[in-house]
């Protein structure tokens, strides 16, 4: 077993195409030291990644990824170490994945508008779970012959701008950090390389980390953004944002980060209650 963990990891509990279990034993074979399930605002797939796991040697890192709306666009914030059920965070989530179920109905009746008809009992037949969202109406598309790829769905239709886009449920970065801290989690800038200009205001309001090592990122990149981390007192994090083959994310363990990570965001989870939320002092 090796000494390196993915900290971006996708299943089927969101827009993922393998379940918990199939996650746990494809790490396994590749040796892995620890995964973080880190769904996009769900918390379902770490209950059965957890059991999978036991007593394999392999740790899961119960993860989240909430998507958040800043001045510079779309950006995601991981949550490691997170405890769904402190202070509502689940019930939170929640209320999160039902508005993006009511967005993706009204994608798959805008695509209809337009002469591409979609089953919406596919959409949710394809999302296997409670978090729907774009990728699967776009799987949707590739089914019926209507484009290519899933990319292509998204470029020519579900992309901001595109005919077919629909406007999400609006939470603000801080926001989305307040809410991991809450819950006792360490919350980290996911790929952040076209949002470093947020990282000043997103450590004053208790980001801990940013992920520095990630799938396509060159290596001068990745010294950037390592640097940048050390600059502001944030641990540097790395992870593949892996979904599966329909998805043009990275393949398991193609980012990693060194073992030592997991530990070092371990010891910066938040204690105590409701004031765990509460913002750090920028770096020294």
């Given at each position: 077993?090796?000494?390196r963990?993915?900290?971006?990891?996708?299943?089927?509990?969101?827009d993922?195409?393998?379940?918990p279990?199939?996650?746990v034993?494809?790490?396994?074979?590749?040796?892995?030291?620890?995964i973080a399930i880190?769904?996009h605002d769900?918390?379902?797939g770490?209950p059965?990644?957890?059991?999978?796991a036991?007593?394999?040697?392999?740790e899961?890192?119960p993860?989240?990824?909430?998507s958040?709306?800043s001045a510079?666009?779309?950006?995601?914030i991981?949550?490691?170490?997170?405890?769904p059920e402190?202070?509502?965070?689940e019930?939170?989530?929640?209320?999160?994945?039902?508005?993006r179920?009511?967005?993706?109905?009204?994608i798959?009746?805008r695509?209809?508008a337009?002469?591409?008809?979609?089953?919406?009992?596919?959409?949710?037949e394809?999302?296997?779970g409670?978090s729907?969202?774009?990728p699967?109406?776009a799987r949707?598309m590739?089914?019926r012959?209507?484009?290519?790829?899933?990319d292509?769905?998204f470029?020519?239709y579900?992309?901001?701008?595109?005919?077919?886009?629909?406007p999400?449920?609006?939470?603000?970065p801080?926001?989305?950090?307040?809410?991991i801290r809450s819950?006792r989690?360490?919350?980290?800038?996911a790929?952040?390389l076209?949002?470093t200009?947020?990282v000043p205001?997103?450590?004053k309001a208790?980001?801990?980390?940013l992920?520095a090592?990630y799938?396509?990122?060159?290596?001068?990149e990745v010294?950037y953004?390592?640097d940048?981390a050390a600059r502001y007192?944030?641990?540097?994090?790395?992870?593949?944002d892996?979904h599966g083959p329909?998805?043009?994310?990275?393949e398991l363990?193609?980012?990693?980060?060194?073992?030592?990570t997991?530990e070092?965001l371990r010891r910066?989870?938040?204690?105590?209650?409701?004031?765990s939320g509460?913002a750090?002092?920028d770096?020294?």
């Amino acid at each position: 077993m090796s000494s390196r963990a993915d900290l971006h990891v996708h299943t089927t509990a969101s827009d993922g195409q393998f379940t918990p279990e199939e996650v746990v034993a494809m790490a396994r074979a590749l040796g892995l030291r620890a995964i973080a399930i880190t769904d996009h605002d769900s918390t379902l797939g770490i209950p059965p990644a957890e059991k999978a796991a036991r007593g394999t040697g392999l740790e899961v890192v119960p993860g989240v990824e909430i998507s958040a709306e800043s001045a510079v666009g779309e950006v995601h914030i991981l949550g490691y170490f997170v405890e769904p059920e402190a202070d509502g965070m689940e019930a939170k989530l929640r209320q999160v994945r039902e508005a993006r179920l009511e967005r993706a109905r009204r994608i798959v009746a805008r695509l209809a508008a337009l002469g591409i008809p979609v089953d919406w009992e596919r959409v949710r037949e394809l999302a296997a779970g409670e978090s729907v969202g774009r990728p699967h109406v776009a799987r949707a598309m590739v089914e019926r012959g209507y484009v290519s790829s899933t990319d292509e769905a998204f470029a020519l239709y579900l992309a901001s701008g595109r005919p077919a886009y629909v406007p999400r449920l609006k939470v603000t970065p801080p926001e989305a950090i307040a809410w991991i801290r809450s819950a006792r989690g360490v919350p980290v800038l996911a790929h952040p390389l076209q949002a470093t200009d947020l990282v000043p205001a997103l450590r004053k309001a208790g980001l801990e980390g940013l992920e520095a090592s990630y799938t396509g990122y060159s290596p001068e990149e990745v010294r950037y953004l390592t640097d940048l981390a050390a600059r502001y007192g944030l641990v540097a994090t790395g992870g593949s944002d892996f979904h599966g083959p329909d998805m043009a994310c990275g393949e398991l363990g193609a980012a990693t980060t060194p073992y030592a990570t997991v530990e070092e965001l371990r010891r910066r989870r938040p204690t105590g209650g409701q004031g765990s939320g509460q913002a750090r002092p920028d770096a020294p």
